[in-house]
């Protein structure tokens, strides 16, 4: 029996964090102190230096085993903070573990950054053979397979252009693209690949199942997108709090995380006591169901709204609340906004200074609805991402009003079914 092409025994990686601000001080600040203050200057430091400074280890990973055999896509899931990218770092040999060990059989390659391997200056051509290099690929090799990088890539308008002028997708997708045709025997993949659009993503992800399949490479596969991880990955690790919370089968792996989830996110209303006084933004946003309570507990078949208040700062300057409904997840379900921004009405996109009060209501009834499950209500204010708020409601499906199957969406309908004999 052939051995794991990744085994990690025990892995555990600490960092000391110090909560003892000391400022900066320059050369000159110093001198300046010595010149003014000798005595009083010289005291202070030498208490520094007796002094106690107040640290604490922290651990990013503590006893991590598991082992991913050759050809297998592995899954690695949790939220932010649960030592994902301290793992690839560490088996990367970016950084080493504190205790425990880390085995590769095989060659490795990695994208964990966007531009990893890419010097701003050097054109996109220029960075091909230069990241190829670095990752180990001959000159003749980079040559023979230079059309299919830079097909995939898609960037063939801008081949000779300076990497810096690039758009962060662009970016990543050159560097997957080298990655992908470096035909290694680990590749490790982190959430990089989500700068991505759409349908670059799935490009992506077609490629790694090709890869996989046909050549047996070892998959390290690290997202936040549970559908990607499902689709892709037989078994999956699930990290919380750096230590491994379960290993197994993926989609049980997932049920797990995502039931961690609900009941870490369970806000039905959320409050900003300061709204920003230069740009607009968020007040109040509560859901209500159908009774009109409060509440993020939804029964299905039943209507429910969302109420958001928000201000605007500027006279009139375009402003609109936006909102995507997505699956747990992370599947897009339905996107809505309180004004429609191509419309040529100024009232629709050009609001006075003030407060307003917006209300969607999500209709449902016996021929649509949301299905059981969770699911995250995203808001931004004009597509502004650094307005963007997220509130999470559950579903709650009445089994005497309702069959459980499986799915997003509850679509009422009926069969019909004709006898037509026997042949």
């Known amino acids: 029996m052939s051995k794991p092409a990744i085994e990690v025994k025990n892995i555990s990686k ?29 005291w202070m430091y030498v208490r520094q230096v007796l002094a106690h400074q107040e640290k604490e280890h922290f651990w990013a990973l503590r006893d991590v085993s598991f082992s991913v055999e050759k050809g297998e896509i592995f899954g690695v899931i949790g939220a932010n ?25 095989g060659s490795l390659s990695s994208l964990l950054e966007v531009g990893t391997g890419f010097h701003p200056e050097l054109t996109g051509r220029e960075n091909v053979f230069f990241s190829g290099a670095i990752m180990g690929m001959r000159r003749q090799e980079i040559i023979r397979k230079f059309n299919d990088i830079v097909a995939f890539a898609d960037i063939g308008r801008f081949l000779d252009t300076p990497v810096k002028r690039y758009s962060s997708g662009m970016q990543v997708r050159l560097a997957f693209s080298v990655a992908a045709h ?58 919380k709090g750096g230590r491994v919370r ?7 792996v997932v049920a797990a995380y995502l039931e961690d989830q609900s009941n870490t996110h369970s806000y039905a209303t959320l409050t900003f006591p300061r709204p ?35 201000q605007t700062v500027t006279e009139n300057a ?41 209300t969607f209501t999500f209709p449902a009834s016996s021929s649509l609805s949301l299905n059981e499950g969770g699911y995250q209500l995203h808001f931004r204010l004009t597509h502004d991402p650094s307005t963007e708020t997220v509130l999470a409601i559950h579903i709650k499906n009445d089994a005497r009003r309702f069959n459980l199957y499986p799915g997003t969406l509850l679509v009422g309908g009926s069969w019909s079914v004709a006898y037509l004999g026997v042949e």
């Not at 996107?335 to 996109?349: C, E, R």
Request: one cysteine or more; a negative charge.
């Open 14 to 42: 600490s960092y000391v964090v110090s909560h003892t601000y000391e400022g900066y001080e320059t050369l000159r600040d110093i001198l300046g102190k010595f010149f003014t203050h000798p005595f009083r200057t010289s």
């Open 81 to 105: 903070g649960a030592g994902k990218s301290t793992l690839l770092k560490v088996l990367n040999r970016i950084t080493p573990p504190t205790e425990g060990e880390a085995i590769l059989r």
């Open 182 to 239: 470096m035909e290694p025997d680990i590749l490790l993949v982190d959430e990089v690949l989500a700068v991505g659009d759409a349908s670059f993503q799935r490009r992506c992800l077609e490629k790694i199942r090709e890869v996989s399949a046909r050549d047996k490479r070892t998959i390290l596969f690290v997202s936040h997108n549970l559908s990607a991880v499902t689709s892709l990955c037989t078994r999956c690790l699930y990290l």
């Open 246 to 252: 379960m290993i197994g089968p993926t989609a049980e």
């Open 276 to 310: 920003s006084s230069i740009k607009p933004s968020f007040r109040s946003i509560e859901i209500h169901n159908d009774a009109g309570m409060v509440t993020n507990e939804i029964d299905a078949g039943h209507p429910f709204s969302v109420t958001v208040e928000y």
């Open 318 to 358: 375009p402003c609109w609340v936006s909102m995507t409904c997505s699956h747990e997840d992370g599947t897009t379900i339905y996107s809505s906004a309180d004004v429609d921004k191509y419309s040529n009405s100024d009232f629709l996109t050009k609001r006075e200074v003030g407060v307003y009060r917006s």
